[in-house]
């Protein structure tokens, strides 16, 4: 089993299906106590499954068929395993220490979460492994508890470039279409004060992404030559002073000069990045809640262009507004957001607008359908805006 994202190359299909098709029947299948009769509360397994169904996605490509010159579908309609999650969680000393451990089934099985937790009190918590990092509230969230199928550009983007991934078009010895999966290895403090009214999240982590490590010839890994202190710098802070308000931010800088990868005969990189957002939310009358966020960063890593500009400049915000119907069975929202950025300081800033139009449907902890329009809109110097809107569904089976 193939747990860095980036190397190797693809797994074989059929160890992913039999992966998948045990997993699914776990869900499906188990009963609820079993666990517990068996291991007591010293152990707790969860997982889930999300299948979406795009049922029209505009794709306007102007590609065409090889030998018969036949124009390309203009249009994508099926079916995909979004995400297929499993882990975890034992409680190796009373409920002072844990440890977790969570698999990514879809597409390439890889490693998500792994690490021991030692809990001090609600006040502090140490975490030591690979966890999610500091970002944007949406970042946060958990999949299975997102308001929208997709969660926003910018969060989407935001912890891939503060990280190690490159966005599309930049030459780097670092793969381009590796992701982070939200996550870091390193060690971090959560904590609660004054009840809730104060959550904090601090992480200094390697700053590569998930299953990317650093070591040098004792332990030989993606990075083995790496200064003392140059690591990845995260925290986040929410505050809530009122019941129906709630105000958070994060930070992050992640600083390597010099760092050298992939070897003895590896090439030697610099990575610079720095991210931050703030957001707010607010609980109104009749079940209505609101939320605003705006977050950005850069890229000075000098990788591509070589000429002392900034590679790249990030921005974002999102603005939504959400209904109960019917409570904790039905409910609707809407969402806008921005993406904009900027490469190499060209002044040519691209943007990208989507509003998203959702319905909700919530059976009990085990099953939530979620039916999304979005319309998308690019503004480029040099190209039109093409058509990309999309309705798709996400069908999500839960567990534990």
Not at 60 to 83: M, P, Y
Not at 176 to 202: C, P, V
Not at 356 to 380: I, M, R
Request: charged fraction near 25%; charge should be negative; aromatic fraction near 12%.
């Amino acid at each position: 089993m193939n747990v860095y994202e980036g190397g190797g190359g693809l797994p074989n299909p059929m160890k992913n299906c039999v992966f998948l098709f045990s997993f699914i029947a776990f869900l499906c299948a188990i009963p609820h106590d079993v666990l517990s009769r068996t291991a007591g509360d010293s152990l707790h397994v969860s997982g889930y499954v999300q299948m979406w169904g795009t049922l029209h996605e505009e794709l306007e490509n102007g590609s065409r068929q090889l030998v018969t010159k036949d124009e390309a579908q203009q249009s994508a309609s099926g079916f995909s395993i979004r995400r297929a999650r499993f882990s975890i969680r034992s409680n190796l000393w009373s409920d002072r220490i844990a440890a977790r451990v969570g698999l990514k089934l879809e597409q390439n099985i890889a490693l998500l979460d792994c690490y021991a937790l030692v809990r001090f009190g609600d006040c502090l918590n140490l975490f030591l492994g690979q966890m999610k990092i500091p970002s944007t509230y949406e970042v946060q969230t958990a999949s299975t508890e997102l308001d929208f199928i997709s969660r926003t550009t910018i969060s989407r983007n935001i912890t891939d470039w503060s990280l190690a991934r490159y966005p599309p078009g930049f030459k780097s010895v670092i793969v381009t279409r590796t992701k982070s999966n939200l996550r870091d290895l390193g060690i971090a403090l959560k904590g609660n004060l004054w009840g809730d009214t104060l959550r904090y999240f601090a992480m200094v982590g390697n700053g590569l992404g998930a299953n990317w490590y650093i070591g040098g010839k004792e332990n030989e890994q993606f990075a083995d030559a790496n200064g003392f202190g140059e690591l990845f710098y995260a925290a986040r802070l929410d505050v809530r002073p009122l019941q129906w308000v709630t105000v958070g931010g994060h930070y992050s800088v992640n600083n390597h000069d010099n760092m050298r990868v992939q070897g003895e005969k590896g090439a030697v990189i610099d990575l610079r990045r720095k991210s931050m957002s703030a957001d707010m939310a607010l609980a109104l009358p009749y079940r209505i809640s609101a939320s605003g966020m705006v977050a950005g960063g850069v890229i000075d890593d000098d990788v591509f262009y070589e000429d002392g500009k900034q590679d790249y400049v990030y921005s974002g915000y999102e603005m939504k507004v959400l209904g109960s119907i019917i409570e904790d069975l039905l409910e609707a929202g809407v969402r806008f957001d921005n993406y904009t950025y900027e490469i190499n300081e060209s002044g040519d800033r691209i943007k990208e607008n989507h509003w998203t139009f959702g319905v909700t449907y919530h059976f009990k902890d085990v099953f939530k359908c979620q039916l999304n329009y979005v319309w998308k809109k690019t503004e480029e110097r040099d190209e039109p805006d093409r058509k990309d809107n999309i309705l798709f569904m996400n069908f999500q089976f839960s567990k534990g």
